[in-house]
């Protein structure tokens, strides 16, 4: 065991966070760490720069156009760029649709779309969950029936966050509907604008319109667009789901809330000293930290397993869980943190490239509303029940 | 000890349930936020149904209700997720008005907010005093038989729509004493206030207010000089037991709703209200509800008692537990509604967020933990 940075790994974290520093255009940075919506041209811009590093995908190996980095590396390079306020890379190219296509894709799939995700000259979006079909995926309805050299596929996807900006959506189908239900479904590729491709916004709780619903109506697809073999969708969305939940971990969030909630807490007063001085207050910001660096050490602890070439079984789920607990826990106290403030809310000043007023300033104005949008993160990548079913299942044996 | 209401309560909780249903529903729910008229049409409803002189005294012309009264109404726009400054008027400033002594400008105030035609917001807050009615460094100075106001009032419900200011202002003392506070009535329209409206997370208003040197006349204190702040604390009080009682009218239509879901809801072949994990959840949020009632009832029982340490106990322990308890209860029902509860679409979010608001007004669960803990 050694338990501290390497001199190498250390020299790798400055090397980063100079890089950073340097190239984070500042507009970007200030919309990341006010929690505000960003734009399409806001992910592909820094999507870009860290391309041009040869950055654009830290978790690919190298003959797919990835730096090739260790586990621990992906881990140090996560960290510095949330500390330094740069956007998340999207997963629903780099994450899902890319690990899936180097395992499963064919040559020429690999070819034509794994080098256009590393610049964002495809924006992906992810088709899975639909009304019907939410925990229960198996249930999806979704069909794509054969038609000479082509499938033609209708039904409706919900919950596809993002599919506003897509080009492109990997999507759950049924083709075949007798036997068990996982056993029908195929996994394609949908261009998002092939006629009888509809995107309909669905407004959340924080009064933006980041998912959809997307409607398919005998929209046609060439059969080359189907991955894996017909009926073999669900290994691979399993494959990707596993993908998923490591990324949910949500640490870069965690630190970003705890962040914020500090320089809240040093900031607002209350009987007129800094908040941070109130013994009340400050009790839960600590519990929270300890929270926090308990779900640093364990993602630790997994990202060397991984590294070490060990399974990873039900702990991608715990951290899920605990990573959206911890969230949603620093969310509820930033809010506090507020006071009165948490009220008053102008939902345009989460748009970038607002100028208008607020009661209290930007950083007050979204307390509430991150606190609302944060209840998504134990629903979605599967919701915390499914997770404790998972857990539960591997430790009773039953 | 008795718990039932009686025949002419119910009538009122009927009526005004009634009401609610046929006028006051949710798919029109945007409109009463966003729309001035109609947000002006629902207060003359209220006013026309006596709602909003509940709690005047009948030979003042009002319906000479109470607590009581006041719970069964609130429960009931609690259910109905209503919008419209009530608390600040029907309760906050009547109590405050009602307990001058008579005279023709006791009499003119308390016709003018029972019948709709002058709304008054409370502002009590300033910007870095958080929920402390006692942090108040906004000033009112003696000038002949005068006052001239400067300062800085924050989160003022409804402030913006206000014809009449009920301010809180130092005439003595420093930020934090009790003495010195006295409560001025003001034109909102005077000259050198400057109102900041912003919409609020659940659908409402609340501003900003500055004051620059507005003068007032001797007749606009109300209560005695440096003496508002107890009025204002015993005024507040009143408010916080009817938002306990919202509080729990909006947890009970949560459950009715969420348990509408898991009955409906189907997943795994089966409705997901047979899944014992959320079974449990569910019995959660009924103890959750049930807890808040028994703490709203407490709050009327002793909204009226003379020890002001036994009432003021009980109001802080109410809204203590229908902050917790709200907040458990709308997360939950969130949670239980999966995706659907995270859209602005369904009925539940608009109910989370009212809860919410709830509990950040006068007060949230710590600061009522705190106060109670000073009187321990």
């Given at each position: 065991?050694?338990?501290?940075?390497?001199?190498?790994?250390?020299?790798?974290?400055?090397?980063?966070?100079?890089?950073?520093?340097?190239?984070?255009?500042?507009?970007?940075?200030?919309d990341v760490?006010?929690?505000?919506?960003?734009?399409?041209?806001?992910?592909?811009?820094?999507?870009?720069?860290?391309?041009?590093?040869?950055?654009?995908?830290p978790?690919?190996?190298?003959?797919?156009?990835?730096?090739?980095?260790?586990?621990?590396?992906?881990?140090?390079?996560?960290?510095?760029?949330?500390?330094?306020?740069?956007?998340?890379?999207?997963?629903?190219?780099?994450?899902?649709?890319?690990?899936?296509l180097?395992?499963?894709?064919?040559?020429?799939?690999q070819?034509?779309?794994?080098?256009?995700?590393i610049?964002m000259?495809?924006?992906?979006?992810?088709?899975?969950?639909?009304?019907?079909?939410?925990?229960?995926?198996?249930?999806?309805?979704?069909?794509?029936?054969r038609d000479?050299?082509?499938y033609?596929?209708?039904?409706?996807?919900?919950?596809?966050?993002?599919?506003?900006?897509a080009?492109?959506?990997?999507?759950?189908v049924?083709?075949?509907?007798?036997?068990?239900?996982?056993?029908?479904?195929?996994?394609v590729?949908i261009?998002?604008?092939?006629?009888?491709?509809?995107?309909?916004?669905?407004?959340?709780?924080?009064?933006?319109?980041?998912?959809?619903?997307?409607?398919l109506?005998d929209?046609?697809?060439?059969?080359?667009n189907?991955?894996?073999?017909?009926?073999?969708?669900w290994?691979?969305?399993?494959?990707?789901?596993?993908h998923?939940?490591?990324?949910?971990?949500?640490?870069?969030?965690?630190?970003?809330?705890?962040?914020s909630?500090?320089?809240?807490?040093?900031?607002?007063t209350?009987?007129?000293?800094?908040?941070?001085?109130?013994?009340?207050f400050?009790?839960?910001?600590?519990?929270?930290?300890?929270?926090?660096?308990?779900?640093?050490?364990?993602?630790?602890?997994?990202?060397?397993?991984?590294?070490?070439?060990?399974?990873?079984?039900?702990?991608?789920?715990?951290?899920?869980?605990?990573?959206?607990?911890?969230?949603?826990?620093?969310?509820?106290?930033?809010?506090?943190?507020?006071?009165?403030?948490?009220?008053?809310?102008?939902?345009?000043?989460?748009?970038s490239g607002?100028?208008?007023?607020?009661a209290?300033?930007?950083?007050?104005?979204?307390v509430?509303?991150?606190y609302f949008?944060?209840?998504?993160v134990?629903?979605?990548?599967?919701?915390?029940?499914?997770?404790?079913?998972?857990?539960?299942?591997?430790?009773?044996?039953? | 000890m008795?718990?039932?209401?009686?025949?002419?309560?119910?009538?009122?909780?009927?009526?005004?349930?009634?009401?609610?249903?046929?006028?006051?529903?949710?798919?029109?729910?945007?409109r009463?936020?966003?729309?001035?008229?109609v947000?002006?049409?629902?207060?003359?409803?209220?006013a026309?149904?006596?709602?909003?002189g509940?709690?005047?005294?009948?030979?003042?012309?009002?319906?000479?209700?109470?607590?009581?009264?006041?719970?069964?109404?609130m429960?009931?726009?609690?259910?109905?997720?209503?919008?419209?400054?009530?608390v600040?008027?029907?309760?906050?400033?009547?109590?405050?008005?009602?307990?001058?002594?008579?005279?023709?400008?006791?009499s003119r105030?308390?016709?003018?907010?029972?019948?709709?035609?002058?709304?008054?917001?409370?502002?009590?807050?300033?910007?870095?005093?958080r929920?402390?009615?006692?942090?108040?460094?906004?000033?009112?100075?003696?000038?002949?038989?005068?006052?001239?106001?400067?300062?800085?009032?924050?989160v003022v419900?409804?402030?913006?729509?206000?014809?009449?200011?009920?301010?809180?202002?130092r005439?003595?003392?420093?930020?934090?004493e009790?003495?010195?506070?006295?409560?001025?009535?003001?034109?909102?329209?005077?000259?050198?206030?400057?109102?900041?409206?912003f919409?609020?997370?659940?659908?409402?208003?609340?501003?900003?207010?500055?004051?620059?040197?507005?003068?007032?006349?001797?007749?606009?204190?109300?209560?005695g000089?440096?003496?508002?702040?107890?009025?204002?604390?015993?005024?507040?009080?009143?408010?916080?037991?009817?938002?306990?009682?919202?509080?729990?009218?909006?947890?009970?239509?949560?459950?009715?709703l969420?348990?509408?879901?898991?009955?409906?809801?189907?997943?795994?072949?089966?409705?997901?209200?047979?899944?014992?994990?959320?079974?449990?959840?569910v019995?959660?949020?009924?103890?959750?509800?049930?807890?808040?009632?028994?703490?709203?009832?407490?709050?009327?029982?002793?909204?009226?008692v003379?020890?002001?340490?036994?009432?003021?106990?009980?109001?802080?322990?109410?809204?203590?537990?229908?902050?917790?308890?709200?907040?458990?209860?709308?997360?939950?029902?969130?949670?239980?509604?999966?995706?659907?509860?995270?859209?602005?679409?369904?009925?539940?979010?608009?109910?989370?967020k009212?809860?919410?608001?709830?509990?950040?007004?006068?007060?949230?669960?710590?600061?009522?933990?705190?106060?109670?803990?000073?009187?321990?």
């Open positions: 065991m050694n338990l501290t940075e390497t001199p190498a790994e250390a020299l790798f974290r400055t090397e980063i966070r100079h890089f950073v520093e340097a190239n984070l255009p500042r507009t970007i940075r200030d760490l006010a929690f505000k919506h960003l734009t399409k041209d806001q992910y592909v811009r820094w999507q870009r720069i860290l391309a041009g590093q040869g950055w654009g995908a978790g690919w190996p190298a003959e797919y156009g990835g730096p090739g980095w260790s586990a621990v590396q992906r881990s140090i390079f996560d960290d510095e760029c949330y500390k330094a306020g740069a956007p998340r890379q999207l997963p629903f190219g780099l994450s899902m649709i890319g690990p899936v180097m395992k499963f894709g064919t040559a020429e799939q070819a034509r779309y794994l080098p256009r995700i610049r000259d495809d924006w992906w979006c992810q088709g899975y969950s639909e009304p019907g079909a939410g925990s229960d995926l198996a249930a999806l309805k979704t069909v794509a029936r000479g050299g082509e033609v596929v209708s039904g409706q996807k919900t919950w596809t966050t993002l599919a506003q900006y080009d492109w959506m990997f999507c759950l049924r083709t075949r509907s007798e036997g068990k239900p996982q056993e029908g479904i195929s996994f590729l261009d998002m604008r092939a006629p009888g491709v509809r995107v309909r916004p669905i407004r959340t709780l924080d009064l933006g319109a980041d998912v959809n619903e997307v409607f109506d929209v046609r697809i060439p059969v080359a189907l991955v894996g073999p017909e009926h073999g969708g290994t691979i969305a399993k494959y990707l789901l596993g998923e939940r490591t990324n949910i971990a949500g640490i870069g969030m965690c630190r970003r809330l705890s962040a909630l500090k320089e809240y807490a040093k900031r607002q209350k009987h007129g000293r800094p908040l941070i001085e109130d013994v009340r400050r009790d839960r910001m600590v519990k929270l930290e300890i929270d926090l660096l308990s779900h640093e050490w364990s993602l630790m602890r997994l990202i060397s397993l991984e590294q070490a070439g060990r399974p990873v079984g039900v702990e991608a789920s715990m951290l899920k869980i605990r990573g959206s607990e911890i969230q949603q826990d620093l969310g509820e106290l930033l809010m506090e943190s507020a006071g009165p403030y948490a009220l008053p809310f102008v939902a345009e000043a989460l748009d607002f100028e208008g007023e607020t209290a300033g930007i950083g007050l104005n979204s509430a509303a991150l949008d944060l209840r998504k134990s629903i979605y990548g599967g919701t915390n029940e499914v997770q404790k079913n998972i857990i539960a299942k591997s430790v009773l044996g039953l | 008795d718990f039932e209401i009686n025949d002419e309560q119910r009538l009122l909780a009927d009526s005004v349930g009634r009401w609610l249903d046929a006028d006051y529903r949710f798919e029109d729910f945007r009463f936020a966003a729309d001035a008229s947000a002006r049409q629902n207060w003359a409803c209220l026309e149904l006596g709602l909003l509940v709690n005047i005294p009948e030979k003042d012309g009002g319906l000479g209700g109470g607590a009581i009264e006041t719970l069964l109404i429960q009931q726009f609690g259910r109905a997720l209503v919008v419209d400054p009530y600040s008027n029907a309760v906050i400033a009547v109590a405050l008005v009602a307990a001058e002594p008579a005279g023709e400008r006791r105030l308390l016709e003018q907010i029972g019948a709709g035609s002058c709304r008054v917001s409370i502002a009590a807050l300033e910007p870095d005093g929920f402390d009615l006692s942090l108040v460094r906004t000033v009112a100075k003696a000038e002949g038989g005068a006052f001239s106001l400067s300062g800085r009032k924050a419900i409804h402030g913006d729509t206000a014809d009449q200011l009920i301010v809180s202002a005439t003595a003392g420093g930020a934090g009790t003495h010195g506070i006295s409560l001025f009535l003001v034109d909102a329209h005077s000259p050198g206030i400057e109102i900041r409206g919409p609020t997370i659940d659908g409402q208003r609340a501003a900003e207010v500055h004051f620059k040197e507005v003068r007032v006349d001797q007749g606009a204190l109300l209560g000089l440096h003496g508002g702040a107890e009025p204002l604390e015993w005024a507040v009080d009143r408010g916080i037991a009817a938002l306990c009682a919202e509080a729990c009218g909006a947890m009970e239509k949560l459950l009715e969420t348990a509408e879901h898991l009955r409906t809801r189907k997943q795994f072949g089966q409705p997901i209200g047979k899944f014992q994990a959320l079974q449990h959840r019995a959660d949020m009924a103890i959750a509800v049930e807890q808040t009632r028994s703490m709203a009832v407490l709050a009327a029982a002793k909204i009226d003379a020890d002001r340490a036994e009432r003021r106990r009980a109001i802080s322990a109410a809204k203590a537990m229908a902050g917790r308890c709200g907040r458990l209860v709308a997360q939950q029902a969130v949670q239980l509604h999966g995706g659907m509860g995270m859209t602005d679409e369904i009925q539940v979010g608009y109910y989370f009212r809860l919410t608001a709830i509990d950040v007004t006068w007060g949230n669960v710590e600061h009522h933990v705190e106060l109670y803990g000073d009187l321990l």
